[in-house]
């Protein structure tokens, strides 16, 4: 069945540090791949899809080019701030299998 | 405009008794999905309804049930609780035509003691 790998964590960064996040998935077809991220105390928050593959998401400094070759989503900011400090979920397709999630920590 | 709104925030239950939890979607929005969050997991797909009917099941057993009415909103309801069902339950809504990603309620935590 479908399934999503996500890079462990905790993660741990400096402000200003460059942030990837590891993301691979196994599915049938060409899924439709997500990255959500979830603040402490809160829901889910959509931060950027991809559709097909080579597509680019990006959102507030966030990247995830959809790799249909290395079956990968990888999650990556060039400078990270203290405000994202989170956990991140890497998911796949209309029914959301989401990964394990991976907690970032960012310290001034 | 309110996002999607789930009801209670959180809730204390006795083995073996039900529960009945409730959420309402996005305005817009005619698809409800269930996930069950454990503490330090990711959401684990539960169910999603459409058109008033459930369309897709993840691996739950039939003491998880839903509903979904004529105005979208939804309910799940367990039956027979058990201390593992002790997790966030997040609703989402969307819509089946349009662009993809869900949006996602504040979840309800529920304890089974």
């Known amino acids: 069945g479908d399934s999503v790998t996500q890079m462990e964590g905790p993660v741990t960064l400096s402000e200003e540090a460059f942030l990837t996040i590891n993301c691979t998935y196994t599915a049938t077809g060409y899924p439709s791949l997500f990255w959500y991220v979830q603040y402490p105390g809160e829901g889910l928050q959509l931060l950027l899809k991809?559709?097909?593959?080579?597509d680019k998401g990006s959102n507030k400094g966030f990247e995830a080019t959809y790799r249909k070759e290395t079956t990968s989503f990888h999650l990556e900011k060039g400078s990270v701030q203290v405000s994202d400090s989170a956990v991140y979920f890497c998911a796949l397709d209309e029914k959301l299998t989401f990964g394990t999630g991976t907690r970032l920590t960012i310290i001034p | 405009d309110a996002g999607v709104t789930q009801s209670p925030t959180h809730l204390i239950k006795t083995r073996g008794q039900q529960v009945t939890l409730r959420c309402s979607p996005k305005s817009g929005h005619d698809t409800v999905s269930w996930y069950q969050q454990a503490l330090g997991q990711g959401p684990q797909f539960i169910f999603q309804y459409y058109e008033e009917e459930e369309r897709q099941r993840g691996n739950f057993p039939d003491r998880f049930s839903g509903h979904q009415f004529p105005n979208y909103s939804s309910e799940l309801n367990v039956n027979a609780l058990l201390l593992g069902d002790s997790a966030l339950y997040l609703c989402a809504s969307g819509r089946v035509q349009g662009s993809y990603g869900y949006t996602f309620g504040s979840g309800t935590r529920l304890t089974v003691v």
């Open positions: 991809a559709t097909k593959a080579d």
